[in-house]
Antibody
Framework: EVQLLESGGDLVQPGGSLRLSCAAS????????SSWVRQAPGKGLEWVSS????????YYADSVKDRFIISRDNSKNTLYLQMSSLRVEDTAVYYC?????????????WGQGTLVTVSS | EIVLTQSPGTLSLSPGERATLSCRAS???????LAWYQQKPGQAPRILMY???SRATGIPDRFSGSGSGTDFTLTISRLEPEDFAVYYC?????????FGGGTKVENK
């Protein structure tokens, strides 16, 4: 059974930093691309970032480019999102998501999410 | 960036009724690169459809997807109590991937 377990969400002040983690199990993590998707309170879904299976290629939404860094440790079956220069508008539940095999950038499995609150 | 517009915003129906949800893209989506998700309160989204019309694993056949180009539809043939939720479409034919604003299907 595919499982994705996010952690690291917290209350942080504007301008601060935070690192999210997503522990994967139930599949061969190193052979699938992964992504982060967020959802602001009461709002819709927003793609944040994606990383290739081997970690060679990374992609970012314009709203987080140059502030967030996605990475992965395939030896630990873990996906990360390093967030810096956080803004109030980054407040959201952050989900990690498994992409399917092949080129489709859709989200086959989702974690339960971790809440990031940016507030003074 | 491809913008997805979902309509209606809210659909009020009763169990057993048919639900028809629309998703319109601002540009043609190559290879019908559209997915649908269901989200219930306090839960993560769950994939329903991909490739516009392919059901994801474990999704009952009362859910169906159709469309191509810029116009796509998710149909729930007969609503079950567990189907009342918010539904999102998502395109992956262009970069970046993007989601529609959602349609809430509520119990009338």
């Amino acid at each position: 059974e595919v499982q994705l377990l996010e952690s690291g969400g917290d209350l942080v002040q504007p301008g601060g930093s935070l690192r999210l983690s997503c522990a994967a199990s139930g599949f061969t993590f190193s052979t699938y691309a992964s992504s982060w998707v967020r959802q602001a309170p009461g709002k819709g879904l927003e793609w944040v970032s994606s990383i290739s299976a081997g970690g060679d290629y990374t992609y970012y939404a314009d709203s987080v480019k140059d502030r967030f860094i996605i990475s992965r440790d395939n030896s630990k079956n873990t996906l990360y999102l390093q967030m810096s220069s956080l803004r109030v508008e980054d407040t959201a539940v952050y989900y990690c998501a498994k992409r399917p095999a092949g080129a489709g950038v859709y989200f086959e499995y989702w974690g339960q999410g971790t809440l990031v609150t940016v507030s003074s | 960036e491809i913008v997805l517009t979902q309509s209606p915003g809210t659909l009020s129906l009763s169990p057993g009724e048919r639900a028809t949800l629309s998703c319109r893209a601002s540009q043609n989506l190559r290879s019908s690169s559209l997915a649908w998700y269901q989200q219930k309160p306090g839960q993560a989204p769950r994939i329903l459809m991909y490739g516009a019309s392919s059901r994801a694993t474990g999704i009952p056949d009362r859910f169906s997807g159709s469309g191509s180009g810029t116009d796509f539809t998710l149909t729930i043939s007969r609503l079950e109590p567990e189907d009342f939720a918010v539904y999102y479409c998502q395109q992956y034919g262009g970069s970046p991937p993007s989601f529609g604003g959602g349609t809430k299907v509520e119990n009338k």
